[in-house]
């Protein structure tokens, strides 16, 4: 949130995402009026950036949200799919609270919200001055992160002075398949930079390196004879597996099979890419790669559920990307337990989420209930995110130079943060770089930065609780570890003794 005198406007409006603990943030009440809140300017549609915004609404919002125009059109499918996802997690959860005889909960939002949402949204070029209040006004720049993607600059001016501020959004790598390299300004006073893989350097990260690695996993999965699942991200990353698998099919690198997008977010969103496909890098491939004889799309529910049937090898692209929810957890439950089955996960696993569980080597994961035995292929190809790398975002910083007075570095865990301060400390003044947390309040002025957060409300979780996994993933665990122990044990004296001794520990 950012408040300047007459105006008070949010930049994203996203959903708390990863462990319980912090999900849990979702369902409170937002901490700050919003009534009170003039604008929100949208960098773009993912879900941990736009995900709240019908809750706001909800919650008496009704000025405007500014986003570019595929912001716009991606947000009109994924924000409904969100409050569908909603809906269904919530009535799953009230099924198991009335059983236990706990609290019904009510859903975040639903379906509905979200759509209603959509009539706030305000177009806005990229490139182009859009006025905020009488003091303000900011424009977007290419982010090359996701169809419609943007960096927020932000220029306020007070009492005859001006302070320009500039928002990364989510910043995109070199060699994104359909996007463009991210762009900026130079020469601003507060930089507000993403950090995601500030940590991480990703030397293969070209087109042809991807392809590559791809290869080598599909033909693995050819081999076990089974299915390849990839939980992915409905909107970009499956347009962009579904490209390189056809691409890769048709030169007879990888054999031909069948390859089923089960996810109707997906669909949605894969003729949201046809209708820009000329405004894309490479968009050819995407409308040649849609309309290939073995790509079929899955609709229903029914037309889901018989694709378990299917036999031999073949690709199932689902969504989520984390496996937290969507499809790819009936897919997952179908093919975990076979040798044949193989999983690649291709994105960001966030602390905590099932995805990142079985990045792990987890040897048993709890899919709705039911303890699964983990017997298929756990691949990981990190080559298709979305997001820069460790030098590619310190050399998207080193193009906004000079950086007057400070940079924050958010949208990180713990570790990519510190790596990403390390990183652009030999080309800024350490003294100028910040990690603020949850909650965090600072004053920046022409002249200076003052660190206010002691003056606000105390952070909502502790900030040694965000970005990491939480008790509920750790008592999993360990349910899933005393189970494996008791079944290990050789008979049921072995496991009396287990049990005594677990006892014996909680009452020490
Ligand atoms: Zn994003
Ligand atoms: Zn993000």
Redesign the pocket.
């Known amino acids: 949130m950012v408040e300047i005198p007459g105006l008070k406007l949010l930049v994203d409006c996203g959903m708390f995402q990863g462990s319980k603990t912090e999900r849990e943030l979702n369902y409170r009440t937002l901490p700050f009026d919003p009534g009170h809140i003039d604008a929100v300017i949208l960098t ?1 549609a ?1 879900i ?2 736009s995900g709240l915004l019908p809750k706001l609404y909800n919650a008496g919002y009704e000025g405007p949200i500014f986003a570019t125009p595929p912001t716009i059109d991606l947000c009109a499918v994924m924000l409904p799919d969100s409050g569908h996802i909603q809906e269904s997690e919530v009535e799953y959860l009230n099924r198991r609270n009335g059983r236990r005889g706990r609290d019904m909960v009510e859903p975040i939002y639903t379906a509905k919200d979200a759509v209603e949402t959509l009539t706030l949204f305000r177009s806005v070029e990229l490139g182009i001055w859009q006025a905020v209040g009488r003091n303000a006004r900011f424009r977007f720049w290419n982010a090359g ?2 169809l419609g ?1 943007a960096s927020v600059e932000l220029e306020v001016t007070t009492a005859g002075r001006t302070t320009r501020l500039l928002f990364s959004g ?1 910043l995109g790598p070199e060699y994104k398949l359909l996007e463009f390299d991210p762009v900026g300004p130079a020469d601003v006073d507060y930089l507000i930079c993403e950090s995601t893989y500030g940590d991480t350097d990703r030397i293969d990260a070209t087109k042809d390196g991807r392809r590559r690695a791809l290869k080598e996993v599909v033909m693995e999965a050819h081999h076990a004879n089974g299915a390849l699942l990839i939980p992915s991200f409905a909107v970009e990353r499956t347009q962009e597996l579904l490209a390189d698998l056809v691409w890769l099919m048709e030169r007879r690198e990888i054999p031909e099979c069948p390859i089923v997008i089960d996810s109707p977010l997906a669909t949605k969103a894969s003729r949201i890419f046809l209708n820009y496909a000329s405004e894309l890098e490479d968009g050819d491939l995407v409308v040649h790669a849609m309309r290939a004889h073995n790509v079929r799309f899955t609709e229903s529910a029914e037309q889901s559920k018989a694709i378990d049937q299917m036999k031999g090898f073949h690709i199932i692209i689902a969504a989520s990307g984390m496996c937290e929810a969507g499809r790819i957890r009936y897919r997952l439950a179908n093919w975990l337990w076979r040798d044949e089955g193989t999983v690649l996960l291709v994105g960001y696993q966030a602390a905590g989420t099932l995805g990142r569980i079985l990045e792990e080597g987890a040897t048993m994961v709890r899919i709705r209930g039911d303890d699964i035995k983990v017997r298929a292929r756990i691949r990981t190809l990190d080559l298709y995110s ?1 997001h820069a790398d460790g030098p590619e975002l310190a050399a998207w910083v080193r193009n906004r130079m000079p950086i007057g007075k400070a940079v924050f570095l958010i949208h990180g865990e713990a570790q990519a943060l510190e790596g990403m301060r390390n990183r652009i400390g030999t080309i800024l003044d350490p003294d100028k770089i910040f990690i603020p947390h949850l909650d965090s309040a600072f004053v920046l002025t022409a002249g200076g930065m003052r660190d206010v957060s002691t003056l606000v409300p105390p952070p909502r979780i502790d900030p040694v609780h965000t970005g990491q996994r939480d008790w509920h993933n750790d008592y999993q665990s360990l349910l899933l570890d005393l189970q494996e122990e008791l079944k290990r044990a050789a008979d049921d004296k072995a496991r009396a003794v287990v049990i005594r001794k677990v006892r014996r520990a909680l009452a020490e």
């Open positions: 773009h993912h941990d950036h992160h996701l993607s989510d979305g």
